[in-house]
T-cell receptor
Framework: DAGVTQSPTHLIKTRGQQVTLRCSPI?????VSWYQQVLGQGPQFIFQ???????GRGNFPDRFSARQFPNYSSELNVNALLLGDSALYLC???????????????FGQGTRLTVV | GDSVTQMEGPVTLSEEAFLTINCTYT??????LFWYVQYPGEGLQLLLK?????DKGSNKGFEATYRKETTSFHLEKGSVQVSDSAVYFC????????FGAGTTVTVRA
């Protein structure tokens, strides 16, 4: 079975540009969450989507946006890129919106974004 | 808000040594607690979990016990292998996962 897939795996952008990252959840999973992992730090929660609706948002500026499609795949968009946006962006999928002991979040390998 | 603090690394050990990574949490309620592992070039993988006080999570020789009185969830392994070299993250769950900064562990043969 395919796990969580993210594309692209690596990306280099210039300051001020816009970027779109993509995530395909595990088949049957309806929830997708996005995390930012800056080098040397733990992942920070950005968004959660469930059934195409935003269910949670972390402390990130409005330059960050996301959406979920009818097939439950998701895109994360970042506008007006800053050097500080350089990070590994992780997508996680789960069966349901509310994570519990029995509803694990499965992570993709991430997209490495470098802003120059 | 809820948060996790884990010991800073990096940690370098010899094979068969004992590993402990400290993790403490701050939370208003009683969150579920997790340890995730990130091997080089890979995504995060769930290592073990515990949902209530005194629960012990275990997997692949690793163990961690949910201690409410000390708000801790320390990770331990009695005899590490080179293949355990990775970054380890402590995390708690409310409606989202909140991660610690990660501890890099290197095991030398």
């Amino acid at each position: 079975d395919a796990g969580v897939t993210q594309s692209p795996t690596h990306l280099i952008k210039t300051r001020g540009q816009q970027v779109t990252l993509r995530c395909s959840p595990i088949s049957g999973h309806k929830s997708v969450s996005w995390y930012q992992q800056v080098l040397g730090q733990g992942p920070q929660f950005i968004f959660q989507y469930y059934e195409k609706e935003e269910r949670g948002r972390g402390n990130f500026p409005d330059r960050f946006s996301a959406r979920q499609f009818p097939n439950y795949s998701s895109e994360l968009n970042v506008n007006a890129l800053l050097l500080g946006d350089s990070a590994l962006y992780l997508c996680a999928s789960s069966l349901v919106a509310q994570l519990t002991l029995n509803t694990e979040a499965f992570f993709g390998q991430g997209t490495r974004l470098t802003v120059v | 808000g809820d948060s996790v603090t884990q010991m800073e690394g990096p940690v370098t050990l010899s094979e068969e040594a004992f590993l402990t990574i400290n993790c403490t949490y701050t939370a208003t309620g009683y969150p579920s607690l997790f340890w995730y592992v990130q091997y080089p070039g890979e995504g995060l993988q769930l290592l073990l979990k515990a949902t209530k006080a005194d629960d012990k999570g275990s997997n692949k020789g690793f163990e961690a016990t949910y201690r409410k009185e000390t708000t801790s969830f320390h990770l331990e392994k009695g005899s590490v292998q080179v293949s355990d070299s990775a970054v380890y993250f402590c995390a708690l769950l409310d409606y989202k996962l909140s991660f610690g900064a990660g501890t890099t562990v290197t095991v030398r043969a």
